[in-house]
């Protein structure tokens, strides 16, 4: 039996790697509709070889949808998500919109997939960042339990969509070039200055909140505690946008609630843990980067040493492509899941 399938947004760069994702898994589609914002409406996307129009994005296009895919902004989820549920609709929400509403399950199938059970129409799609540390954190907090974690990041440009990592490439040209160029969009479109990105490193992704972290590092934070169900976990993030096209990198500090594991326990469970590829072999140099990472689902992990001073601390490198575990990988996986468990009518 196939579904229908509404993607909404299918022009972005999650969205385009969305439906590459549900061509690449054969998902078991009857009938998909594409839509999109009224400015992208008309353009065409092809999938499986069949150019599709895209259609504008209104109440009414979710009759007879199954299951909708939506990565168009928080504010295209606020106003259709519900017209698309009260159509008969589940919907994957790969935007900030509902994560944290406690009716709203948010799910990473490797660490929380039960939660779909509980699910009332919208399941939230977590951000990237915190979807590939909990992947590699899951294995951890099952075996040892977790008291503390620690994240530094260092965030690719096509986080921030298919316009900055444009920005990118355009900066780099014109400084090898010798010519000048103004920064137009990162570190946040909407905020007050734009900085370079081009051979530098930015300490802000997305606008800062009121206690000075960002609301991407707050994501982290709030967003790792709902899906691992873990409300006492001490969390703690920086974030930093790095001139890379794709591809997460994330320096993770974990303390365990037990000061029984050794660095070769930790690697065990994680080269067996669903999702992880561990890249562990530091005296051949190899650990995961995100040139490497580029195109697949896994979330990759290496560098994983003891602390020095705290016997229960653990440091490790985590990478994953942030279009796809990140972001259209998920949502796809999700969906998956929710068909796997009958959730789908
Ligand atoms: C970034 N993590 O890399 C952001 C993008 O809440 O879904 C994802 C924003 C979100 O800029």
Same mark, same amino acid.
């Given at each position: 039996?196939?579904?229908?399938?509404?993607?909404?947004?299918?022009?972005?760069?999650?969205?385009?790697?969305?439906?590459?994702?549900?061509?690449?898994?054969?998902?078991?589609?009857?009938? !998909?509709?594409?839509?999109?914002?009224?400015?992208?409406?008309?353009?065409?996307?092809?999938?499986?070889?069949?150019?599709?129009?895209?259609?504008?994005?209104?109440?009414?296009?979710?009759?007879?949808?199954?299951?909708?895919?939506?990565?168009?902004?928080?504010?295209?989820?606020?106003?259709?998500?519900?017209?698309?549920?009260?159509?008969?609709?589940?919907?994957?929400?790969?935007?900030?919109?509902?994560?944290?509403?406690?009716?709203?399950?948010?799910?990473?199938?490797?660490?929380?997939? %039960? =939660?779909?059970?509980?699910?009332?129409?919208?399941?939230?799609?977590?951000?990237?960042?915190?979807?590939?540390?909990?992947?590699?954190? %899951?294995?951890?907090?099952?075996?040892?339990?977790?008291?503390?974690?620690? /994240?530094?990041?260092?965030?690719?440009?096509?986080?921030?969509?298919?316009?900055?990592?444009?920005?990118?490439? %355009?900066?780099?040209?014109?400084? !090898?070039?010798?010519?000048?160029?103004?920064?137009?969009?990162?570190?946040?479109?909407?905020?007050?200055?734009?900085?370079?990105?081009?051979?530098?490193?930015?300490?802000?992704? =997305?606008?800062?909140?009121?206690?000075?972290?960002?609301?991407?590092?707050?994501?982290?934070?709030?967003?790792?505690?709902?899906?691992?169900?873990?409300?006492?976990?001490? /969390?703690?993030?920086?974030?930093?946008?790095?001139?890379?096209?794709?591809?997460?990198?994330?320096?993770?500090?974990?303390?365990?609630?037990?000061?029984?594991?050794?660095?070769? =326990?930790? %690697?065990?469970?994680?080269?067996?843990?669903?999702?992880?590829?561990?890249?562990?072999?530091?005296?051949?140099?190899?650990?995961?980067?995100?040139?490497?990472?580029?195109?697949?689902?896994?979330?990759? /992990?290496?560098?994983?040493?003891?602390?020095?001073?705290?016997?229960?601390?653990?440091?490790?490198?985590?990478?994953? =492509?942030?279009?796809?575990?990140?972001?259209?990988?998920?949502?796809?996986?999700?969906?998956?899941?929710?068909?796997? !468990?009958?959730?789908?009518?």
């Amino acid at each position: 039996k196939g579904f229908h399938v509404a993607v909404v947004g299918a022009t972005g760069a999650v969205g385009q790697q969305m439906l590459q994702t549900l061509e690449k898994r054969d998902f078991p589609i009857s009938k !998909l509709t594409l839509l999109s914002s009224a400015r992208s409406a008309g353009k065409t996307v092809s999938f499986k070889g069949v150019e599709y129009k895209l259609e504008e994005a209104k109440p009414e296009s979710f009759q007879g949808v199954d299951i909708a895919l939506f990565s168009a902004g928080g504010s295209v989820s606020k106003e259709l998500a519900p017209a698309a549920v009260e159509h008969g609709a589940i919907v994957v929400d790969n935007t900030s919109a509902f994560r944290m509403d406690e009716n709203v399950p948010l799910v990473v199938p490797e660490v929380n997939e %039960q =939660d779909l059970l509980n699910h009332k129409g919208i399941i939230a799609n977590p951000n990237c960042s915190t979807i590939q540390m909990v992947v590699a954190l %899951q294995p951890l907090k099952e075996k040892y339990g977790l008291k503390k974690v620690i /994240v530094s990041t260092y965030q690719a440009v096509s986080g921030s969509g298919a316009a900055a990592v444009e920005e990118l490439t %355009q900066q780099t040209q014109a400084i !090898l070039n010798n010519e000048p160029f103004t920064p137009e969009i990162l570190p946040v479109k909407g905020d007050k200055k734009h900085y370079q990105i081009a051979f530098n490193a930015i300490p802000q992704i =997305d606008k800062f909140t009121e206690n000075g972290f960002t609301f991407e590092e707050m994501k982290m934070i709030n967003e790792t505690k709902k899906i691992m169900h873990s409300e006492d976990l001490k /969390v703690a993030a920086t974030c930093v946008r790095l001139p890379v096209a794709t591809g997460h990198s994330e320096s993770v500090y974990v303390e365990l609630d037990s000061a029984d594991a050794a660095v070769a =326990d930790i %690697q065990a469970l994680l080269e067996k843990a669903p999702g992880v590829v561990l890249q562990d072999q530091p005296q051949e140099q190899i650990y995961p980067m995100p040139a490497n990472c580029v195109g697949s689902n896994d979330v990759f /992990v290496g560098r994983i040493r003891q602390d020095i001073d705290v016997p229960e601390g653990f440091h490790m490198w985590v990478v994953s =492509d942030n279009l796809l575990k990140g972001a259209a990988w998920n949502s796809v996986q999700i969906a998956e899941s929710l068909i796997k !468990l009958g959730l789908v009518k």
